[in-house]
């Protein structure tokens, strides 16, 4: 691009005019604040913001910034956690939150297309009278929208049984970094013919090409389900009991982990558990009602071994919600205590998660910071929380070298960095250590391709 | 290259043979004739084969070949049904027969690691004392191996429940085009860190990279099976049953369908079925014992319907062998009949099936050319048979002619090529009609990102 960078904003404000609706531009400090931000609270404030209604907007706003050399970032409703749709390096915000058309839900096929603004919530609300639901179940449903979640390849407790959002994708419609149309993938449940562009671009974080239109996979809503508590009297033998759960042949459908720090804060919280209690898993079954006494039998064989303390099993509704408790009182316990916290993402083998959970307690030990697990245990996806005030500066220091280790660790250990969140701006900078060179040269080389100008989310997870 | 083809081979044996043991190198027509066909029939025989053991000796042999500017087709058992393995443009068939080893069954983490040369029917084998399996079970399993599956992203009856080859697929060790060794994934079930080159290269065919281990994703075995079979008095009533089947929230472990004419093939050979079934399908549950009969109550509930002939429940292992007995007599009688029959794969969403049964039919009689559909029709995935003498011109011409639009009708009916026995060279000359041509564009700029040379099985998938 010959042109200086206000120069291409001029010019492209100008075509941009002539192609999308007044109302679709935004441009001044207010809108360059509210789009500037999402959840991880990292700051990088757009130029200009879009926010298009209809796939044509969409190709003709990013062929616009294509021809002058302006960089497009696409955002779904700023939940993430990474500072993946901050726009790190100015330019354009492309919001998609306008994009909310459930455009079909077939039954017959268990098919639901979707455009990305769409919540997922809200989608899961559309799917229930059919009698299904989209995998994916972050815990930011209520306001993340299912273009997002396809973007970071969120998940959630369900996970487990049912797949992550890239899971359950079958085709896309989108657009890449010259502004072409593309579809790809099929309607199908099966499918060999060619190259998996599909799941390619789930997971790709708006940096290989913008999803305008999904085609997504639904699962039968379970008849069902059934929650269950295990405490244990360490985390040693709550972490044992994941591994012999997953070992066994009934999948649950949550297996959900908290550690004794994390038992500590509900605590002070007003929450009532045994004193004994060091560890907890959080089970849940579903399926046919007549299926459920014995899949929660097996679990509960499973459950039981050395440590255990309590064993629960909710029979009714409310039962249910008092399990849960301890684990929603979680996050504004964690919060409210540690407002700048790290919460990392970090996911290990099932059999590693002992030895992870080992090693925290160890590097919090060293570096003098608590550290409170919790997360998705039978995926072996761990929220680690460095729990540590950002005002200190040696405690950031501390809490930023804790955090090197931590990566360290899990990659020691057969694991990776980012189980739901993805990588964004925040993790970036350990990709290099978590991926293969000749890995990351081929994604450098992907990048090029889809998006040869470079304009499609710079600066966010590829280093 | 400046070299011709055949001072370029000459250079490279030279190469090779200080880097493979002299075993590794076969040349000469008989070694050319053994690799240079496959399950499809067609011929393209190589002009060297190696067959290395270990991981080192294919890397030293892809970085030759693309030193030479030699074409390097990787085969597994040659079990494929497209071409997908011959040597389309001579140079060097890579056998990977010889990589035949399980480095590491890890229960606890519902992982094995792998070489491309294990049989799957091995690999099951050696999974079952631990109580699991690979969920990929093409008929082929007892002579193709993992590797094959994988680069075709086969499947089976028990993908409707478990997934095809690459979904049951978490990391990747291989070579790519320039003789570049990479890992990519990791053995977890949750992985937001970068683009998923691990999916990506599963179901390439070869033409991205080649694998030299495989971490697969276990599933643990079902304590318990039933088989089921019900009979239709027309192709539309087993078709429509099929879509109720599927709208249902038991899922089956298996559900596949024959017509009438396949039911008439299996009758000459002496198979007693009741004279009105004109369409069969065979359906089969597993999971826990103690949740068999409720879930076999649920799919007979949803296979009731118009036009149904008869209901049977196997009560023992001989019952469901004798009512599998109609599928396994099948394609021995298809083969004796036509030996020469196009076998296609195609794959349109389960709602569509009654249609494309009710087309094929028609196609059939205005070709003059029977056509015989069965298969996986949970997943929408049928195998269209068309019956012909290849020996006969007029046959010939008027069954390209059918296949044709059989894929036309395909497409139009939103389904695709292939569900799982891939391009290859048989149905690549059909791709730019059934993928969208950016898409297409950007499978070729990845295929020459990993592969600059081109090294890598020319002439098969991309058109």
Known sequence: MADSPQSALVALLDELRGRLPAAAILQGPAASIAYGSDNSRLVG????????????????AVAACHRHGVPLTARGRGSNTTGACIAAEGGVVLGLERMQR??????????????PGVLNGELQAALAPHGFFWAADPTSAPYSSVGGNLACNAGGPR????????????????VDGQGREFR??????????????????????????????????LTPLPEARRGMRALYDSVDGAAAAVARVMAQPVVPSALEFMDDRALDLVRARG???????????????????????????????????????????????????????ARKALSPALRSLAPD?????????????PALLRRAQQLADEAGIP????????????????????????????AERCLHTVFDSVLALGGTLSGEHGIGVAKRPFMARALDPVALDLMRAIKRQFDPAGILNPGKLLP
């Open 271 to 325: 929450l009532e558990l045994p004193k004994r209690a060091r560890g907890l898993l959080l089970l849940e079954a579903d399926g046919r009602e007549a299926a459920l006494d014995d899949a929660c039998a097996a679990l509960g064989v499973a459950a039981r071994g050395s440590g255990l303390v309590d064993w629960q099993v909710a029979g009714s509704t409310a039962e249910l919600e008092s399990l849960w408790a």
């Open 371 to 398: 550290i409170v697990c919790f997360g998705h245990a039978g995926n072996g996806n761990l929220h680690v929380n460095l729990m540590f005030d950002r005002a200190d500066p040696a405690q950031a220091r501390a």
């Open 45 to 60: 404030e757009p130029d200009l913001v879009l926010l298009p209604t209809r796939h044509e907007e969409v190709q003709a």
């Open 159 to 174: 996970t487990l049984k049912y797949g992550s959002a890239r899971d359950n994708l079958m085709a896309l419609r989108a």
């Open 102 to 115: 459930i455009i079909e839900i077939r039954p017959d096929d268990r098919v639901a297309v979707v455009e």
């Open 184 to 217: 790809c993938g099929a309607a199908v449940t099966k499918n060999s013919t060619g190259f998996d562009l599909t799941r390619l671009i789930a997971g790709s974080e708006g940096t290989l090409a913008i999803i305008t239109e999904a085609t997504l996979r």
């Open 341 to 353: 916290k790290i919460n990392e993402d970090v996911v290990v083998p099932v059999s590693r998660v």
